[in-house]
């Protein structure tokens, strides 16, 4: 991963979701400039999402200032599109999310493959506006839309020995031309353990600002922890696996002494190479104090009571 640097200026070219099929709670956002002969840059401003509906408000959302939703599509890490900052933004258009399912095995009594327009209908869709803290010092207000992880659980039977919780990333070198770089050991899978995944504020994100997800920031559905490092969070999932053992991760394997398993923000403990104390929100410009368990300590520091949090970084 790189240190951290400031925001590299709005990638020009934002590519429009491609148009699939509607549901109950899609309909197809009428922006008049998108039909406009437009230069690329109002191209890149009109050529929005389609709109979510029928969402609903959350109690677990923050009351702060949204990061502008140029910040948060054209400045990011998936790495499978590229290394920079803004290749997600280039280059997710490649990706194709329908048809799309998710693989739901392991320690479970049966596994199962759902459509994604099945997940879509598990429960209401909520708007959860939570903080984002990437591990190389910036971090943004996003209002995520999604289905509580543990919407999964009342449709799945786990076995007795399920104890953690895999989260696997498409890797497909056709659409996704780094998965054939081996910097990461793809596919990118990360895990959290099975009583985080069910905390409430668990989130497997299918929108954000208002519409479906921009392919750059993991359509068709990702996953949202906001009391740990951004990097936990897999985007554009295709399995979920449950597990007895602490599984390695994708960056636990490549780099285990910067990245732990626990990955909760925590500015007391360093990264190797640089202070976790301060972060900078995307489209500011002076820092701010990052908080412990990005400011979610109280919903979450029980689940981690009497671990020394130094060594379970
Ligand atoms: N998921 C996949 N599959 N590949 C990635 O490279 N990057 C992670 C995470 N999920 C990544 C990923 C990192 S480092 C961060 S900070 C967040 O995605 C960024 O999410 P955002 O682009 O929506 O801000």
Partial sequence: ?????????????????????????????SFGLCTAAATDLTLAASSRGEKLVDVRPSPFSIDEKLTPYESVTGYGNFYEFGPDKDSPAKHAHRLRTRPWTITVDGEVKAAKTFAIEDVLKWAPL??????????????????????????????IDITGNAKFVEFWSLA???QMPYVRVPFLDWPYVEAIRLDEAKHPLTLLAIGMYGEVMPKQNGAPIRLVVPWKYGFKGAKSIVRIRFVEKQPETVWTKAAP?????YSNVNPD???????QSHERRLGEFFKRKT??????????????AGMDLRKNF
């Fill in 1 to 29: 991963m790189k240190t951290p640097f400031f925001p590299t200026p709005l990638p020009s070219e934002i590519t429009p979701e491609e148009t699939f099929r509607r549901r109950r709670q899609l309909v197809f956002a």
């Fill in 126 to 155: 909520e708007e959860r506006i939570y903080r984002l803290r990437c591990v190389e010092g910036w971090s943004a207000v996003v209002p995520w839309i999604g289905i509580p992880f543990a919407e999964l659980l009342k449709r």
């Fill in 257 to 261: 002494d910067e990245y732990g398993f």
């Fill in 172 to 174: 497909d070198p056709e």
């Fill in 269 to 275: 403990v360093p990264h190797k190479r640089w202070s």
């Fill in 291 to 304: 908080l412990p368990f990005n400011g979610y300590a109280e919903q979450v520091a029980g689940l981690y």
